[in-house]
């Protein structure tokens, strides 16, 4: 091995090692990124202090060339999603399945079915508002208690639709990228059996915990009940204008076009992203034009500008970290350092790092998927479940080469990990948004999930094992 990998290997092996303690510390870790850049920089361009610095830039301006197209998309859904609530056709379209809450049992599916429609669609934080002002009210009035409800909106929100991502595409594309995939499709098909699995476990047994909650905190409840009764008269202020039925009937039906329109027309990647996008920004313009009128010039800037924010808060720190981790691709290595005194195969560190593995350590699909399983639950600790997709990409091209696995499924057994567990359903600092527009503590929230969760992420590495 050590005949195999020069410097610039071992440099970057360090950088990860580094970064996966950090992560497990559950401290933030732009800057061992920022510093692995620097010193790989110094050390690729010959000892170059101008190198280096040259290279911090250069990585952040690569990352954010793979990662714009999911930014803006994103961007524009959480934009459009203010606008919804601004007219109130958020709650028209959220009525229907509100009146179909009659009980407990069906409120914690009917809610966790809507919010994963809605995220899928405008992604989880939007949802989250949109779901919990309109339908969380309805049913903890139908008797679901309120940490049921933040349960059921968590695990189909941040578990079941930020997991599989299928209509926005943000996280398999940052995952398939990494891997070496072109666009989000070399992720996306081996996803579903793994992500089928964790979704159908994880969401099982929250709902039978649930039922335990009703049977042993029954008082609690009730008074919950009474809290929540007048919540959905206020709603319904908001849906006077003809302007909000207009909309609220366009959005759906938009939406369906798309999905038809992406099995017709085999639109794939990025061209379903910007499909998406692009409907996202009429749809708000449409929204605003009809509630502001000649306002709306400033209205859709505050939109739009407001969206923006949102995707750059969320993903800059991705950005910055899939910087460093995009030094492993031979394909993107180039345009951050270009030429280095130190040989590195066209196909990149990653690949070469694999090969070096496979021929000292005759690795097999079980301990790959089960080292691929622990570095994705390390990296989810951060909170985000976004900022370890890169890592986890790169691990699946390195593994699977060493280890001769299908690469997608590797891929997509790290992400659904990694999401699961930062992007909101186990750590208590990624569990806020819900835990607080439930009335709940985001660590009890976190301590219901536990189990449910564990129990998914178990089967579905058995799964990952069988078919890999």
């Known amino acids: 091995m050590p005949g195999q990998l020069t410097v610039l290997h071992w440099l970057y092996i360090i950088v990860v090692l580094v970064v996966l303690t950090i992560m497990a510390m559950r401290r933030d870790t732009i800057l061992p990124c920022l510093l692995g850049l620097l010193v790989f920089g110094f050390v690729a361009k010959g000892g170059s202090l101008v190198g280096a610095i040259s290279t911090v830039y250069n990585a952040l301006v690569a990352a954010g060339g793979e990662f714009w197209g999911i930014i803006t998309v994103i961007s524009l859904v959480v934009a459009m999603s ?153 709603q319904k202020q908001k849906t006077a204008t003809t302007g909000a039925y207009l909309v609220a009937i366009l959005l759906p039906v938009a939406l369906v076009l798309d999905v038809v329109a992406m099995l017709r027309l085999g639109l794939r990647g990025g061209d379903a992203t910007a499909l998406v996008g692009g409907t996202a920004a009429l749809i708000m313009t449409v929204g605003a034009i009809t509630q502001y009128g000649s306002d709306a010039l400033e209205k859709i800037t505050d939109y739009v500008r407001d969206g923006f924010m949102f995707g750059i808060k969320i993903f800059a720190p991705v950005i910055v970290i899939g910087g460093f981790f995009f030094l492993g691709s031979g394909e993107i290595m180039p345009n951050i350092v270009g030429e280095t005194v130190y040989n590195v195969s066209p196909d990149g560190i990653l690949a070469d790092i694999g090969h070096a593995l496979a021929g000292i350590v005759p690795l097999t699909r079980i301990p790959v998927a089960i080292l691929t399983f622990i570095v994705a639950v390390i990296t989810g600790l951060d909170g985000s479940g976004f900022s370890g997709l890169p890592l986890v990409g790169s691990l699946a091209q390195t593994f699977s080469t060493a280890a001769e696995v299908n690469k997608g499924t590797l891929a997509a057994l790290g992400q659904i990990t990694t999401i699961w567990v930062g992007g909101g359903t186990l750590v208590p600092w990624g569990l806020i948004p819900v835990a607080a527009i439930a009335g709940i503590e985001p660590f009890e929230l976190a301590r219901r999930n536990f189990w449910p969760v564990v129990m998914g992420l178990v089967a579905m590495l058995v799964v990952a094992i069988i078919i890999m």
């Not at 809610?111 to 899928?120: E, I, N, S, Y």
């Not at 139908?142 to 997991?163: R, T, Y």
């Not at 992500?195 to 335990?212: D, E, H, K, N, P």
């Not at 049977?215 to 008269?233: G, L, N, P």
């Open 82 to 234: 203010k606008s919804l609530n601004d007219i109130g056709a958020d709650y028209i379209i959220m009525r229907p399945a509100a009146r179909a809450m009659v009980n407990a049992h069906g409120a914690y599916w009917i809610l966790g079915l809507g919010m994963m429609v809605f995220a899928w669609f405008v992604w989880p934080s939007p949802a989250v508002a949109l779901i919990g002002a309109i339908m969380l009210p309805v049913a903890i009035r139908a008797g679901l208690p309120s940490v049921g409800a933040a349960m059921s909106m968590n695990l189909f929100g941040h578990g079941v639709a930020l997991s599989s991502d299928y209509i926005i595409q943000g996280a398999p594309g940052i995952t398939a990228r990494a891997a070496g995939f072109p666009d989000a499709g070399g992720v996306l098909g081996p996803s579903f059996p793994l992500w089928l699995t964790m979704s159908v476990v994880a969401t099982t047994a929250g709902y039978f915990m649930v039922r335990r909650s009703l049977r042993e905190e029954h008082e609690i409840h009730s008074a919950e009940r009474k809290r929540y009764a007048d919540e959905e008269s206020k």
